[in-house]
């Protein structure tokens, strides 16, 4: 069964074929807040921000959650290399001009 995010009931995200995948992308996306239990648990647990939460759906036609899963990935490995390459270029010497 795949998975979304959604806030009340509007389906936020696209489809996912796990769970996980969802926490995932929501952890990375900075919507996930460690929340520490008072009792017996000794670890923080995960909440999602803004009464958002992460149900079985159906998916979309045409939509295919391991491709959305691949994209993700993707766009995020993108961003890694994009951040990677600015931080590059701002710690090289400035070039001097020719004349």
């Avoid at 939509?63 to 710690?91: C, G, M, S």
Wanted: charged content about 35%.
């Amino acid at each position: 069964m795949p998975y979304a995010l959604f806030c009340d009931d509007a389906k936020l995200s696209n489809t996912y074929p796990t769970e996980a995948d969802v926490w995932k992308l929501a952890t990375d996306s900075g919507l996930v807040t460690d929340v520490e239990i008072r009792g017996n648990q000794p670890t923080p647990r995960r909440v999602l921000d803004n009464d958002y939460e992460i149900r079985p759906c159906e998916t979309e036609p045409g939509e295919d959650p391991h491709k959305n899963k691949v994209d993700a990935r993707e766009q995020k490995d993108f961003q890694i290399n994009r951040k990677a390459l600015a931080a590059e270029t701002d710690d090289a010497p400035p070039r001097r001009k020719s004349d």
